[in-house]
């Protein structure tokens, strides 16, 4: 049965294969380090209101995504606890805010950005189960230096549905690697926050322009009522 959703500039995916054989639900990188007042992005001097506002819809889609039976990877970036997957440049870039606080440092939650850290894991609303994968990357791509794309070309998973933080950085970076390794993608827009909104807004009208350059654009409505229709 041909299942599609309803999105811009495109209905998606474009071949209509809306399907738990085809289809992933990837939340990146909705962790207590991003989402918590006491983490490293509120360390780099910005406000997580715009972050904290999504988590209930991301909490919705994760619910109806697994009523269906569709695949679920949850991402966390981080580094080494000896920061041996940091370089030099980010470990600067990292630091160069008011804090002057970054990678590594020590922060209410541990090691900013250290795996095994308590800031590190994913919130408790939209904690993974035993059967849905972690993707830990050290960098801003769930595909860079990781396994991502093998488990997913295992699955034969060709369609992404792509939500969670921030949307300039993380979630648009692995889009666009996605992309480029021809998945179909979707990108959540009231799913997704970034640390301005006018960041935000941009990342999103960049994945739109020439006919969906980096795929289509849709709502947490439009994605559950997809998943409603198949059921009916």
Not at 9 to 20: E, L, S
Not at 72 to 77: A, P, S
Not at 158 to 176: F, I
Request: aromatic content about 6%; charged content about 25%.
């Amino acid at each position: 049965m041909e299942s599609s959703v309803e999105a811009s500039p495109y209905i998606w995916p474009h071949d209509k294969t809306f399907d738990p054989k085809t289809t992933a639900l990837v939340i990146i990188d909705m962790q207590k380090d991003f989402c918590s007042p006491e983490g490293y992005l509120q360390y780099q001097g910005y406000d997580i209101s715009q972050v904290r506002a999504i988590i209930p819809r991301l909490e919705s889609l994760l619910a109806a995504f697994r009523k269906n039976g569709f695949p679920i990877y949850h991402t966390r970036e981080g580094h080494r606890p000896d920061l041996s997957t940091l370089s030099s440049r980010e470990l600067f870039r990292s630091k160069n805010n008011s804090s002057s606080l970054g990678i590594g440092d020590k922060g209410p939650l541990g090691r900013l950005l250290v795996r095994g850290e308590a800031g590190h894991d994913i919130i408790p609303e939209l904690y993974p189960l035993s059967n849905e994968n972690i993707i830990d990357k050290p960098g801003r791509s769930a595909f860079q230096h990781t396994e991502f794309k093998l488990m997913l070309d295992i699955k034969g998973v060709k369609n992404l549905v792509l939500c969670g933080v921030t949307t300039d950085v993380c979630v648009t970076t692995t889009m666009r690697d996605a992309n480029d390794n021809n998945f179909d993608c979707v990108l959540v827009e009231d799913a997704t926050a970034a640390s301005e909104e006018e960041l935000h807004n941009a990342a999103v009208e960049m994945v739109k322009t020439e006919g969906g350059i980096f795929g289509a654009v849709s709502s947490t409505d439009k994605i559950l009522a997809a998943l409603e229709g198949r059921r009916g």
